[in-house]
C-alpha cells in the first residue's frame, strides 16, 4: 500500500500503522476518480487518531536511542566547549591544533568504515555496545593528555573518542530507520534532535567551567562517567540483530560489508544525495570544530563568548530539528533541504565578512537552523530501497561523517595561510553547490519497491515524532 504526499512516497509497514493511515486517509484525501487506477491525492494533514499503542519494549528501544544520542551530544558538545582551554593547555598554534584534531577524524572513519558491516554481522546492539566502551576511553585519554599538557595524548584520546563515535552514529541511523518501520512513523530527524540537544547541554556546562576555570581533565572524565552510565542503560535496552536481520532480508543474501556500500553508489541519485549530506555535514562539523576559535581568533571575543555563541548554534540546531517535521509534511524534502541551504549559507557569509562580533554571534542562528535537517533527512532519503536498506544507509552516513569528521579540521592548515574566517568560504561554497542539487531529494516518480525506511505518514503530528 503506497500514498503520496508532497514529494513523498508512504509505505505502511503493519495493520495498525495501516488502520491509522486509512483513518486518516478518509478525512483528508479525495478520491479524483476510479480508486483502483488512481491513489488518493492528500488535501493537506490532519491529526491522526486511533494512533496505535507502543508495546514496551518499543518504548523502551527508542528511549534508549534517545538517550544515548543525548549523551553523545553532551560528551561532544564537551570537547568542543574546552577547545579553547585544551589549545592553551598544549601551547601549540591553530595549524598544530588541526593536526591535533586530525585524530578524531582517523578514529571516526576508522570508525564509521567498518560500523555497517559489523552491523549487519553482529547486530547493532553489540556495535552501540563496543562504540560507547570506545567513547568512554577516548574522554578518559583526553582528559589525561590535557593535564599532562600531551599533544600525543590528547591525539590518541580523539582517535579513540572518534572510533566510538563513528562506530555508534552509523549504527544508530540504522538502528533508527529500524524504529521508524517499527511505528510507521518518523524517528530520524528527533532523534538526531537529541544530538542537538545534548550540545546544547554540553555547550552550557562547558561555557560554565571556562568561566570559572574548572580544570579540562576533571571536566572531561566526569562527562565519561555520564556518557558511561547511559551506555549501559542503552545496551540492555537495545533489542539485539536488528541490522542481521535486515542483511538476511529480501532475496536472502547478505548485504553487508565494505563492498556493499561500495556497490549502492551506481545509484546516480544516491549519489547526488551524498553530495548533499557531505555539505550539509561539512556546514555542521565546521561550527562542531572550529567556532568557538572562529569567534576568538576571527572576531576577538573572549573564550566564554566563543562558547556562548557554540551554543547558540546548538540550540538553533536543535530547534530546527524538533519543529521541522511538519515542514518536510508540508513542502516536501527538496524544498526544505534548499532553503536550508541558502539560510545556512547566509548566517555562515555574515560571520565570514562581517567586522561586528554581535552581528556575526546572532548570524550563527542562522547557520545552525539552516543546517539542522540536512543530515538526517538525506539519510531517510537514501534508504528508500528496500532490497537495499541498510547499505544505503551506511554509505551515505559514512559520506556525512566524512564531511563532518574529516573536513573540517582541514580547514586548520588552510586557515594558517589565509586565516580562519577566510577559510569557512570553502563551507559556503559547499553550501551553495547543495542548494542546486536538492531535486535528488524527490521521491522517484517509478519503480517497484522504493519506500523510505521511516514510513512517513503525512497525518502525523509534531507530537506524534517525540
Not at 3 to 32: D, F, I, L, Q
Not at 33 to 54: E, Q
Not at 87 to 114: E, N, P, Q, Y
Not at 277 to 289: I, Q, R, Y
Request: glycine share 14%; charged share 15%.
Amino acid at each position: 500500500m503506497e500514498r503520496r504526499n508532497r514529494g513523498w512516497r508512504t509505505a505502511v509497514p503493519s495493520p495498525r500503522a495501516a488502520h491509522r493511515w486509512e483513518c486518516t486517509v478518509v478525512r483528508s484525501c479525495t478520491r479524483t476518480s476510479d480508486a483502483s487506477r488512481n491513489p488518493p491525492i492528500c488535501r493537506g494533514p490532519t491529526p491522526m487518531k486511533n494512533t496505535p499503542v507502543m508495546d514496551a519494549t518499543t518504548r523502551r528501544w527508542r528511549a534508549a536511542l534517545f538517550l544515548f544520542m543525548l549523551a553523545t551530544g553532551v560528551s561532544m558538545a564537551s570537547w568542543v566547549a574546552r577547545t579553547p582551554a585544551v589549545r592553551d593547555a598544549l601551547d601549540v598554534t591553530t595549524g598544530s591544533m588541526g593536526l591535533v584534531l586530525f585524530g578524531l577524524s582517523v578514529g571516526s572513519m576508522a570508525g564509521v568504515l567498518v560500523s555497517g558491516g559489523l552491523v549487519r554481522g553482529h547486530g547493532g546492539r553489540l556495535v552501540i555496545a563496543v562504540g560507547a566502551g570506545l567513547l568512554v576511553a577516548g574522554l578518559l585519554v583526553i582528559a589525561g593528555g590535557a593535564a599532562l599538557e600531551a599533544s600525543a595524548g590528547v591525539f590518541c584520546g580523539l582517535a579513540l573518542f572518534g572510533a566510538g563515535l563513528g562506530l555508534a552514529e552509523v549504527a544508530f541511523n540504522i538502528e533508527g530507520a529500524a524504529v521508524e518501520r517499527t511505528l510507521g512513523r518518523p524517528v530520524l530527524p528527533v532523534l538526531h534532535g537529541c544530538f542537538s540537544l545534548g550540545t546544547v547541554v554540553g555547550a552550557l556546562v562547558g561555557m560554565g567551567l571556562t568561566a570559572v576555570r574548572f580544570p579540562v581533565g576533571w571536566h572531561l572524565a566526569a562527562i565519561a562517567v555520564a556518557v558511561a552510565a547511559a551506555g549501559a542503560w542503552t545496551v540492555r535496552a537495545v533489542p539485539a540483530g536488528t541490522g542481521q536481520e535486515e542483511a538476511e532480508a529480501g532475496d536472502g543474501q547478505r548485504t553487508g560489508g565494505v563492498r556493499a556500500q561500495l556497490v549502492v553508489w551506481r545509484d546516480r541519485r544516491l549519489v547526488l544525495i551524498g553530495l548533499i549530506v557531505l555539505a550539509m555535514a561539512f556546514a555542521e562539523g565546521s561550527a562542531n570544530d572550529w567556532l568557538p576559535l572562529l569567534m576568538v581568533d576571527g572576531h576577538g571575543t573572549s573564550a566564554t563568548a566563543g562558547s556562548l555563541t557554540f551554543m547558540l548554534f546548538a540550540v538553533a540546531m536543535t530547534t530546527g530539528r524538533f519543529t521541522g517535521g511538519p515542514l518536510l509534511v508540508r513542502y516536501g524534502p527538496a524544498a526544505v533541504v534548499r532553503a536550508s541551504a541558502v539560510v545556512a549559507a547566509v548566517g555562515v557569509a555574515l560571520v565570514i565578512f562581517s567586522d561586528d562580533a554581535l552581528l556575526a554571534g546572532a548570524a550563527v542562528v542562522l547557520w545552525g537552523l539552516g543546517a539542522s535537517l540536512g543530515f538526517p533527512v538525506t539519510i531517510s532519503a537514501a534508504g528508500e530501497g528496500v532490497r537495499n536498506a541498510s547499505a544505503r544507509v551506511a554509505a551515505v552516513s559514512t559520506a556525512g561523517y566524512a564531511a563532518f569528521l574529516v573536513g573540517p579540521p582541514s580547514l586548520g592548515f588552510l586557515a594558517d595561510h589565509v586565516g580562519l574566517r577566510n577559510a569557512m568560504v570553502v563551507v559556503l561554497v559547499l553550501l551553495g553547490g547543495a542548494a542546486l542539487i536538492t531535486r535528488a531529494l524527490r521521491t522517484p516518480s517509478s519503480g517497484a519497491g522504493v519506500e523510505p525506511p521511516g514510513a512517513r505518514v503525512p497525518g502525523a503530528s509534531q507530537s506524534d515524532l517525540v
